[in-house]
């Protein structure tokens, strides 16, 4: 079996693609169920974000693999198949690792250097474990992502690099003006109350903006929110909470609006905006941080409004200047790559070692109770130092061979060790089965534990 990504994300999709083939919670549980029904799938989990859509899989055949992925994300999102698979890219193996490692690190981030997609992974990986349609190689995969993310955060000055897309994004609102200054006294509004609102409400609120409304379809989750800024001690902005109906009566007194819900449609038109600023003397800044969006492209048309969205968020970005840890973070992804290949690789002949330690165990036991029937006469010590002796010479037979299979097996095209030792010693395929078995629940359970 083999890893394999088949995804589309900013980097190979317009953002009316993105938006029309965002996947909603429980789709992305179906896509995953359908995608083990799948022949060619073993395995599988989804990252998707606001601006990314990966299905991973562990496949018997690439050729099958892309084909049967490509056509579940074209199902499961609504976009046909033609119209998606000239945006859709596909990774394999060392390369599937490579480009998740790297999307871990903040590297494929529109944003480079971002650190919220961490979270998005282990989610993802949650997601996976919880359907249990992320086996041993997917559970092992993301788990390793996440600590090579953290690495990079830790040992590298990445988070230079780039900006989270909130602070990203009120800058580029901000238009050249310090954040701080241009928000200072200002009324905001933030719609949603999920982890990028409520990260885009704590950033409005040290930038010291005066007010923050905050407007969910769960109005408890929005004052919940509220109570958080209004701490004592806290930046000294005063929020409260309203319901989504209240939405059009609070944008005509905001100064700046963050959007960023999960609805599948506009939040706000472009006639809301519109009557909202009618007679209005100073102008109204709109962040859109939804995919799909939440508000109607056409603001962009209407005077004294200025929007930045997601898609204009990914012009933007493209000019921004790289860090130099980025190539120090480059390097850590192609180590971290190579030591997982080498892990991997050296994993998968573990079970043909342990088969061929039991076949070896049950023919020294074998001979044992043989020796016995003829040697009746043999008293306990004697028994003992015989097995001994017999089990001796079988481990040191063993264990060069056994020592330099794993090490050769580590290596880029070590997988065919494996082979050989089963063709070599007429290992029964059933019993490496057995053992790769036990090995992937012993598996499941210490990193279901470790999320």
Request: hydrophobic share 45%; charged share 25%; aromatic share 2%.
């Amino acid at each position: 079996m083999s890893l394999l990504v088949v995804g589309l994300s900013h980097r190979s999709a317009p953002v009316s693609i993105l938006e029309r083939a965002a996947l909603a919670a429980d789709t992305q549980a179906k896509l995953l169920q359908d995608t083990l029904a799948a022949e060619p799938a073993a395995e599988g989990t989804v990252l998707a974000t606001c601006n990314r859509i990966e299905l991973y899989a562990d496949v018997d055949k690439f050729h099958a693999g892309v084909a049967e992925l490509s056509t579940l994300l074209a199902q499961h999102s609504g976009v046909g198949l033609d119209e998606l698979t000239p945006y859709l890219y596909v990774h394999y193996e060392d390369r599937a690792v490579h480009h998740l490692f790297s999307v871990a690190c903040g590297l494929d981030s529109m944003v480079v250097g971002e650190g919220q997609i961490l979270g998005q992974i282990k989610d993802a990986l949650a997601l996976g474990q919880d359907l249990h349609t992320a086996g041993r190689l997917l559970n092992d995969l993301f788990q390793q992502a996440l600590r090579v993310g953290k690495r990079a955060h830790s040992e590298t000055g990445i988070d230079r690099a780039g900006q989270s897309l909130v602070t990203f994004g009120l800058e580029q609102l901000a238009d050249g003006t310090d954040v701080d200054t241009w928000a200072k006294g200002k009324k905001a509004l933030v719609i949603g109350a999920g982890s990028m609102s409520s990260l885009a409400a704590a950033t409005l609120a040290r930038s010291g903006v005066s007010d923050i409304v905050i407007a969910n379809r769960t109005l408890a989750r929005a004052e919940r929110l509220a109570q958080i800024l209004n701490e004592p001690g806290g930046t000294g902005v005063s929020a409260h909470a309203v319901e989504m109906v209240a939405v059009g009566d609070e944008l005509t007194r905001a100064d700046v609006v963050v959007s960023c819900t999960g609805a599948t449609g506009l939040v706000l038109t472009g006639d809301d905006i519109e009557t909202a600023v009618q007679g209005r003397r100073t102008p109204l800044a709109l962040l859109d941080l939804a995919m799909p969006r939440d508000i109607d492209a056409a603001a962009h048309r209407i005077p004294g409004v200025r929007l930045v969205d997601i898609e204009s968020l990914a012009e933007a970005s493209a000019d921004a200047p790289m860090a130099a840890d980025v190539d120090r973070v480059r390097g850590i992804v192609s180590d971290e790559v190579a030591a997982f290949g080498a892990a991997q690789r050296a994993a998968h002949i573990t079970p043909t070692v342990v088969a061929l330690r039991t076949m070896a165990a049950d023919v020294v036991a074998g001979e044992v109770a043989r020796l016995e029937g003829r040697l009746p006469d043999l008293d306990d010590k004697q028994r003992a130092e015989i097995t001994q002796t017999v089990r001796r010479v079988v481990d040191k037979l063993l264990h060069a061979p056994t020592v330099r299979v794993k090490q050769l097996a580590s290596e880029p095209g070590g997988a065919g060790y494996a082979d050989a030792l089963r063709t070599l010693f007429d290992l029964d395929p059933e019993t490496v089965a057995s053992v790769s078995r036990a090995d992937l629940n012993d598996a499941d359970v210490k990193n279901r534990g470790r999320v």
